[in-house]
């Protein structure tokens, strides 16, 4: 066997062929304790699949003006002015071939989109206390959109456009939606993307108004209405296209009430069930060093993941879950820590729990912007992060195995057969290092 070490604490281990097998793992770093346990992987079955292209990341629609606790952290990273000649930008995509990326976010139920030859102004976001998420409707011109599907096809990615879920309704006094989806905006611009040849991998409809929501919300059954609504628009749209784009929804956080009526009703005109992941609380909390430490915290990350396999397999559906959006702490995440060194024992966890959950596919939030970017804000450098995510998608292969280590709780194992040969991929994680 050969060993792969990423960085002190994280050890990534390659085994030769795929079969069950048990090894003996010690650890000594920075002075710490020798730890020693053994793990146990069961190769002869897998428990999960994941996709060839599970590693995504999300880029999103927050102006600079976006500011948390007092800081400004998302500079130029908006949709509407990322810098599209930065070739460290595109090289950090290309590494991949291809990286899935999710375009949306909190802003996305506030974009219109500017149809060809509308006279109109396409106005940018405007900061505005009194309105929902502080700032007015924004704009997408079909000049920037072009730019944007260039720039992707390019660069090798994967696009999944996150569509405004609430042009048409009105908000109520209980602060739920009234009425259905006006789909005409959103038709406009998927059209124009097909007319365009622009290659979509999917569509989502909404940003985090699933449960109770954040900011309004939308039943569970009208959501479903308007997903099938979708879905039926996508098929008449790219009628005569050989590859279609998937539907994704309901983009929002786990609440198991909603999520099993809104499975239950509209499974059949969904492939992907996403959801989102901020675990940690807010951004401002100066305790996600010890959150992120503990294992029993990250232990209790794995119950959305494993309530939502339940609900898919009660349905009988072949939509498969995704996690949409995931910054750990939310609030554009906590600079020197979200973005730093430490975050890896979150994000790897992260990827390791939701491939055992059958999870197929891991969007962070963000490749660039807030406190939580793979990339730096400014400089578009790499964070630690991005390194993480570049080594799970080129050694972690689709079939997830059975993995325990007894020794101590500290260590966490997950294992894969491995993507270029016939052997295994063990991750540990050492929560003890120092």
């Known amino acids: 066997m050969s060993l792969f070490f990423i960085l002190p604490m994280l050890l990534l281990l390659l085994l030769t062929v795929c079969f069950s097998t048990k090894t003996v793992v010690s650890s000594s770093v920075g002075g710490s304790s020798v730890v020693e346990g053994n793990v146990n992987v069961n190769g002869t079955a897998s428990i999960g699949f994941i996709d060839e292209d599970f590693i995504c990341a999300t880029l999103d629609w927050w102006p600079h003006e976006k500011c948390d606790y007092g800081t400004c952290s998302w500079g130029n990273a908006s949709l509407l002015n990322l810098d599209l000649n930065n070739n460290i930008f595109f090289n950090a995509i290309k590494a991949f071939?291809?990286?899935?990326?999710?375009?949306?976010?909190?802003?996305?139920?506030?974009?219109?989109?500017q149809?060809?030859?509308?006279?109109?102004?396409?106005?940018?976001?405007?900061?505005?206390?009194?309105?929902?998420?502080?700032?007015?409707?924004?704009?997408?011109?079909?000049?920037?959109?072009?730019?944007?599907?260039?720039?992707?096809?390019?660069?090798?990615?994967?696009?999944v456009f996150g569509l405004n879920a609430l042009t048409g309704r009105q908000i109520g006094s209980n602060g739920t939606t009234l009425g259905s989806w006006d789909s005409s905006n959103?038709?406009?611009?998927?059209?124009?993307?097909?007319?365009?040849?622009?290659?979509?991998?999917?569509?989502e409809l909404g940003n985090e108004l699933s449960g109770s929501g954040i900011g309004t919300s939308v039943t569970a059954k009208q959501y479903a209405a308007d997903t099938i609504f979708l879905q039926n628009l996508v098929q008449k749209i790219y009628s005569g296209f050989q590859e279609k784009p998937i539907v994704l929804g309901p983009g929002?956080?786990?609440?198991?009430?909603?999520?099993?009526?809104?499975?239950?009703?509209?499974?059949?005109?969904?492939?992907?069930?996403?959801?989102?992941?901020?675990?940690?609380?807010?951004?401002v909390d100066d305790h996600l060093v010890e959150k992120i430490l503990d294992p029993s915290y990250l232990d209790g990350?794995?119950?959305?993941?494993?309530?939502?396999?339940?609900?898919?397999?009660?349905?009988?559906?072949?939509?498969?879950a995704w996690v949409g959006e995931a910054g750990g702490a939310y609030n554009s995440g906590h600079n020197l820590v979200t973005n730093a060194f430490v975050f890896g024992f979150w994000y790897l966890d992260q990827l390791g729990m939701a491939s055992t959950y059958n999870t197929t596919t891991y969007c962070r939030q963000t490749l660039i912007g807030g406190n939580y970017g793979l990339l730096n804000t400014t400089t578009y450098v790499p964070n630690p992060d991005y390194y993480s995510a570049l080594l799970w998608h080129r050694l972690m292969g689709r079939h997830v195995l059975s993995t325990t280590f007894h020794g101590t709780n500290k260590i966490r194992s997950y294992a894969h057969c491995s993507k270029t040969s016939g052997g295994i991929t063990l991750l540990f994680i050492n929560l003890d290092a120092k």
């Open 97 to 113: 071939s291809p990286l899935k990326v999710r375009l949306g976010g909190t802003l996305q139920d506030k974009v219109m989109y």
């Open 115 to 159: 149809k060809v030859n509308d006279q109109e102004p396409c106005d940018n976001f405007t900061k505005n206390s009194n309105v929902m998420f502080g700032f007015t409707n924004g704009c997408l011109t079909m000049s920037r959109w072009d730019q944007l599907n260039i720039f992707f096809k390019n660069s090798g990615a994967k696009v």
């Open 186 to 203: 959103a038709e406009a611009l998927i059209r124009y993307t097909a007319n365009n040849g622009y290659a979509i991998y999917g569509w």
């Open 252 to 283: 929002g956080f786990f609440n198991a009430n909603w999520f099993n009526t809104y499975v239950t009703l509209a499974s059949s005109s969904l492939q992907v069930i996403t959801q989102h992941i901020y675990n940690l609380g807010p951004g």
């Open 301 to 320: 990350g794995s119950q959305p993941f494993r309530d939502l396999q339940n609900i898919l397999k009660k349905s009988g559906t072949s939509a498969v």
